[in-house]
């Protein structure tokens, strides 16, 4: 397989991965998993880990036990590595996104022995009753959990495509023989949405990959998903990425808010937010909301995803300079830089601190500063940065002052 043909089929999966793997219920789900998966989304982990551990000891025979846990181990992974945000999607941060450091050899020989277990049982399932509409769903959910590991843990995307298809067919034969399991239209639509996003050279290697296409019905099936029960966390997390890449920033806001209000614990919901609300051209209602993340995020005792105060202060940062407020702005991305950001962060810093400059009629520095944001957004493969420094160091960064 070519280069070119990996990064297509590479962004397909990435696009695809949190809703193939967050998706990890039956028809009736337990009372243990949704316990635990709602830790989780609250990013209270370790109480994640315990129930679902419990779990999966009480129900030893039983898929959905073993690929909760499973679930929820790759879940903690992304976060202690550096989950990915909606700008790693709207940007094309997918290739940094997969290029981290392995994870610690007990949780990743973990989740290994759940997932396995989990897809062990689900085959059985299936084979004893082919038609079984929960066993076909169960057994795409595992396999879909399979192929985002592989791709966002272990950075072996072409590797995770056969189980990312087998993931793919389980639940559209779970909406061809059972149109009522709307649930099952969150990695359908995911897929056909990823799918129609790309290059027509790129969808011809998709549909012989096995995958299916068409925005609009993609976007039908996960809007369908996200009034169903069991999938409506993982529906709207999809839906406010794709609203944010549409354009849609008021729905995207509005989505994320609703979301925010179900998982009042996730600090990280409310981060989104305050990007949302910037993309949506709110940027007071997005400084507010900042700055009360900020100061959540230093009174949090909890873990922290790698880089976030960082994250957190340049994302203020940012609002600032569409607010006019220079002298602020320029305090934040400043501080932000000593607060070791990951890398495309620090290199977006040096962005805004261009544009600061061209604002303050200071070209010179405005160049240097996007000469340093190109370097940095190049090394740590951002390629929305890299291309927006170029094209600012040719036009000047400017705006009608918000008053």
Known sequence: MTARMRTALGALLIAAQADLAANAQVAEPARAPAEAFHAAYNLNYEDALRLARQDAAARPDDSEAHRTLATVLWMHALFTRGGATIDHYLGGLTSSQIKLPPPPADADAEFRKHLGRAI?????AVKRDVRSVDARYDLGAAHGLQASYVATVEGRVTQAFGSARRAYNSHE????????RTDAGLVVGTYRYAVAALSMPKRLIAYIAGFGGGEERGLQLIEGAAKRPLTRTDARIALALMYSREGRQA???????????????????QLEIGSAAWRA????EAEAALTTGLAWHDRDTRPKVPGERA??????????????RLDDAVADLRVALTQAPVGWVRGRIHLELGKVADLRQQRPTAVTEYLAA????????????QEEAGRLRKQPFSFRPIS
């Open 120 to 124: 062990a049982l689900a085959e059985a």
């Open 173 to 180: 034969w779970v909406l061809e023989h059972a149109p009522d």
């Open 251 to 269: 729905d995207a806001l509005s989505v994320l808010k609703a979301l925010f209000a179900d998982h009042p614990q996730n600090r990280l919901l």
């Open 281 to 284: 051209g709110l940027p007071a």
């Open 311 to 324: 994250l957190w202060i340049y994302k203020r940062g940012m609002a600032r300079v569409s607010l006019n």
């Open 374 to 385: 190109s370097e940095l957004c190049r090394a740590h493969q951002d390629p929305w940065c």
